[in-house]
């Protein structure tokens, strides 16, 4: 067991937890912790201003806000993550985006997947971004028309939109015209800077979409979003600790960046120098993300007092309520639109 795991089953108040901590960062114990276990840990946000610091794949978020688990038009899955924290300005784009999907005919909204971490940071499982509270995924299953339980959205499968017996081919059975039109509806917002999805669902879009053909360069191909599609908003204005991403190339993306998902470059092994010596994988560790985040990460929690500290990984299967509920969580008051 972590050192981390060790705190969380042997303090049980706020104070010796975030002195623990904070002994633990500043020595060598915690210079031994790789930065996923140390984000992992903490089941609160950071009392501070709200700042997206560094990029999207290496950073972390001061002042993150919650996405309640159940709204009148999305309800949030996989819940024992605890990963439904994000900017305010991501909080309302899904609102909205759900709003809109109900009203195109996407059932009674959408089905929200991982947003971030409560601070951010690398998650100890799954994605390499949504680290600085920008990021969002949404399910390819609509909302259905009651309250899924906890113990549904942490067991309810996930649906792939391609063929299982063609891997680079869009399931037609599966994928509609609705499914276009929820895509392309959240590539509209301003707000939003790219959305990833499977490079077979981009090319079913090329070869069908009859909308706004100029959306389509948001829509960016990346292996792995068959089952849902990730939103990436750009950095808030004003947000100065922002890393942004360099900007989408002119055009729909229909051109050749496209037809080299499906060649087999994508899966060719790297040339390896055979006079080199073996490199050991590393893992990230604290010192390696901004500085700004060894202070978003010992700041006290939102409610006073530190963030409990509990290794995500360590969780058992009935912990399953939201952690924390939407009543005791903070949410973007007033809403930006």
């Known amino acids: 067991m972590s050192g981390l795991g060790l705190v969380g089953r042997r303090l049980g108040r706020p104070a010796a937890v975030l002195a623990l901590l904070s002994a633990l960062t500043a020595t060598a114990g915690a210079e031994e912790e790789p930065a996923k276990q140390l984000f992992g840990a903490v089941t609160r946000p950071a009392a501070l201003a709200t700042q997206p610091i560094g990029s999207y794949a290496k950073g972390c978020i001061a002042g993150a806000v919650a996405l309640p688990a159940d709204g009148p038009t999305w309800q949030a899955m996989r819940l024992s993550r605890n990963r439904r924290w994000g900017h305010p300005e991501l909080v309302s784009l899904l609102e909205r985006l ?5 009203r195109i005919g996407w059932g009674k909204g959408i089905l929200i997947g991982d947003l971030s971490q409560p601070r951010g940071g690398p998650m100890l ?14 399910w ?9 339980s906890p113990e549904e959205r942490e067991d309810k499968p996930f649906v792939s939109m391609l063929r299982k017996d063609q891997f680079l081919t869009v399931d037609s059975r599966r ?7 929820l895509v392309m509806q959240a590539a509209s917002y301003p707000d ?3 959305v990833f999805v499977n490079p077979a669902i981009k090319k079913k879009l090329c070869d069908t979409w009859q909308g ?13 979003h068959d089952e849902h599609f990730h939103i990436r908003l750009h ?6 600790n922002c890393k942004p991403q360099a900007k989408v190339a002119a055009g729909d993306g229909c051109d050749k960046s496209l037809a080299w998902w499906f060649t087999d470059e994508p899966w060719a092994k790297p040339k390896k120098d055979p006079d080199a010596k073996p490199v050991k994988p590393r893992q990230v560790m604290l010192d390696d993300l901004p500085k700004a985040c060894r202070t978003v990460l010992l700041s006290p929690a939102v409610g006073g007092g530190a963030a409990p500290v509990e290794v995500a990984a360590e969780r058992t299967a009935t912990a ?12 973007p008051t007033p809403r930006p639109r």
Do not use: N
């Open 98 to 102: 759900s709003a809109d999907a109900k």
């Open 175 to 181: 994928w509609t015209p609705v499914h276009a039109r």
């Open 125 to 138: 499982t799954g994605h390499a971004s949504h680290q600085i509270g920008l990021d969002a995924d949404i």
């Open 192 to 194: 939003v800077e790219r």
């Open 320 to 331: 399953l309520s939201p952690a924390p509920e939407p009543a005791d969580v903070p949410v």
């Open 235 to 240: 950095c808030p204005e004003g947000a100065a």
């Open 140 to 148: 390819f299953q609509p909302m259905p028309d009651r309250r899924l």
């Open 212 to 224: 706004d053909r100029a959306l389509l360069g948001k829509v960016r191909p990346v292996y792995g």
